[in-house]
């Protein structure tokens, strides 16, 4: 089976483990959490860096920390990842969710300011829904895919709405936006992830960046079980959410195999692009606009047919494929949350093809998938 995006464990990641246990710093105090902190800084041109134990945990402690509040809305795009919305409610706040661009598959600017124009008030400084009264407090765009958002127009747009920015980068990393690293560029706090299917993994977990050290202070002392002193003494109910040394271990490890990580997860790219860039049948995903992506996951979206005609047929073949992200409007947890006009996400979504884009595919690997699929898409059609 050709696999949709593993690990490539090429590097120091032995190594640095062993050297965890004959050091005996396994745990979440350790050389390696500091050294994973600072090599994600220079990076992502960051000035702070805080490594958690997940994505998920990154984004609910940045979210805390920009000042996200119980009953709060946070503005969210609705094709994602659930981290993004599990995060907000674990703030005890609310996703309010909008559609994705056609464009980049990422937050669509133009419906949220005209969203923000219509349905909100300002009282004083805080920012109102004007149906529910309920303080609109932050935004979290999503790197689609790892593709960057148009920067320029969300920092105007939340600086018009004093919206706080917390971007959500889980699989962002190594992107930029008009040459600048994601740490370099307009937002209160950028979270990524290194989750095993991510472009680099730590085995499991996350960080926050920000250029802003207040920020970057209550992130730590929030995930760090609001501890004061070195005693046992906490001055609030926080969180244990710290990243342990034998994660940040592997993780140094993979951040020094980054540049030849991003180099292939880009051949990845151009080779399906050009697989299927001639075939009526088939879209490529949206590039960043301005920016670089850094090509997390590859694949095509399906003109006239929906992804699941296909993976049964790909599967059987040796291909792994599966259904990817389901809006969050269509979620159980997220039925019934505060949702604008979707009819981008609605008509993607299952469209949308990821196609195996593993660093340790092969040549051979990438022209069988690439053959298969259109052998497969070709049957269907003359079926017709
Ligand atoms: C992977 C991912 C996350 C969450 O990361 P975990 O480390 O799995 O908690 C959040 N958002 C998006 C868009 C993701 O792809």
Same mark, same amino acid.
């Given at each position: ?32 959490v ?15 860096? #805080?490594?958690?134990?997940s994505? #998920?945990? @990154? ?20 094709? #994602? ?7 907000i ?58 593709? #960057? ?15 706080s ?16 690293e ?43 079980t ?7 003494e906490?001055?609030?109910? @926080? ?9 940040a ?35 490529l ?10 090509n ?12 699941e ?70 049957g ?5």
């Amino acid at each position: 089976m050709i696999p949709l995006a593993i690990p490539c464990i090429l590097g120091n990641e032995e190594k640095y483990l062993k050297e965890c246990i004959s050091t005996n710093y396994v745990s979440s105090v350790g050389p390696f959490v500091d050294r994973f902190e600072q090599m994600l800084c220079e990076n992502s041109n960051s000035k702070y860096a #805080t490594a958690l134990s997940s994505g #998920t945990a @990154a984004l609910h402690m940045a979210l805390l920390a920009v000042g996200v509040q119980n009953n709060d809305l946070v503005i969210m795009p609705s094709y #994602t990842f659930i981290a993004t919305a599990n995060a907000i409610s674990h703030c005890g706040a609310h996703p309010w969710i909008f559609d994705v661009s056609l464009e980049d598959w990422n937050l669509n600017l133009k419906q949220l300011e005209e969203v923000l124009e219509q349905k909100t008030y300002f009282d004083g400084s805080i920012l109102r829904h004007n149906k529910t009264h309920q303080r609109v407090s932050a935004v979290v765009p999503v790197f689609c895919m790892g593709a #960057t958002h148009d920067y320029e127009s969300l920092a105007r747009i939340a600086s018009k709405y004093n919206l706080s920015v917390v971007v959500d980068a889980a699989a962002g990393i190594g992107a930029k936006y008009q040459g600048k690293e994601i740490g370099d560029l307009p937002a209160d706090a950028t979270i990524l992830s290194f989750n095993g299917n991510k472009t680099i993994t730590s085995g499991g977990g996350g960080a926050v960046l920000s250029n802003n050290e207040s920020v970057i202070k209550k992130v730590k002392h929030l995930s760090q079980t609001g501890r004061v002193g070195p005693n046992y003494e906490h001055d609030c109910v @926080a969180y244990n959410y710290r990243m342990t040394n034998l994660q940040a271990a592997v993780g140094c490890a993979q951040l020094e195999q980054l540049d030849d990580i991003l180099k292939k997860k880009k051949e990845i790219s151009l080779f399906y692009s050009e697989a299927f860039s001639n075939n009526p049948s088939l879209e490529l995903f949206p590039q960043s606009q301005g920016g670089d992506s850094p090509n997390w996951l590859s694949g095509v979206l399906l003109k006239d047919l929906k992804v699941e005609q296909v993976t049964d047929r790909l599967q059987e073949l040796g291909i792994q494929s599966r259904l990817f992200w389901k809006p969050m409007h269509m979620q159980k947890p997220y039925k019934n949350s505060l949702c604008e006009n979707v009819e981008n996400a609605n008509s993607i979504w299952d469209r949308i093809l990821v196609l195996p884009s593993s660093v340790s595919i092969t040549q051979k690997e990438m022209q069988y998938v690439s053959d298969t699929l259109l052998n497969i898409i070709s049957g269907i059609k003359n079926e017709k």
